[in-house]
Every structure is written in C-alpha cells, then in structure tokens.
C-alpha cells in the first residue's frame, strides 16, 4: 500500500502503478516507496531510469506527459499527478475551452 497522508489528490491505480514500476526498477520492495520521495535524492533514478519507467506506465496508463513537464517531476507523487492528468484528458485543452 502506497504510504501517504492524503490520497485523495492521486489516481490509486496510477500511483500503484507507478510504485510497482519503480520498485521493479529499483529492486526495491513497494511499501518502501513513498509518494514524498524525491526521483534523483532518495531513489537515485537518473535520467535514463526516469524515462525508461515512464515509457512503461504511460503504456500502461494510457497516457502521454510532454518531456518539458516530466523534467519537471521531482517526486514520486509529481509523476503520479502528471500521469493522472494526462491519462484523464480525452479531449485536447484548446478544444474542452471552447
């Protein structure tokens, strides 16, 4: 189970996606992976881990992040809240404001 005080901004699948990717990745058990943890600080993922896992869960999800905004991610949970934001959109944002 993902360790967090508030889930309620997160997708659960995708987060649980997302800590079984990193754990596989990390060879590391789920239930140590918070959705606090820093990405390069606290799971020593580089660059090339980040975007080889996130290949894998936006497969998975169904979703697409720009690379400008996955740069962005810093924490397990930024990754998580990207991929539920992007997993959700069936309609692009220029034609939802119209």
Known sequence: MIQTED???????????VVAALAGKLGKPPQSIRLDDDL???????????????????????ARIPGDELLDAQTVGDLVRLLTRYSHRSVPPESAAR
């Open 7 to 17: 889930l309620s901004q997160y997708d659960a699948t995708i987060a649980e996606k």
């Open 40 to 62: 390069i600080r606290d799971l020593g993922i580089d660059s090339m881990s980040m975007a080889e896992m996130t290949v894998l869960v936006e497969q998975d999800a169904g």
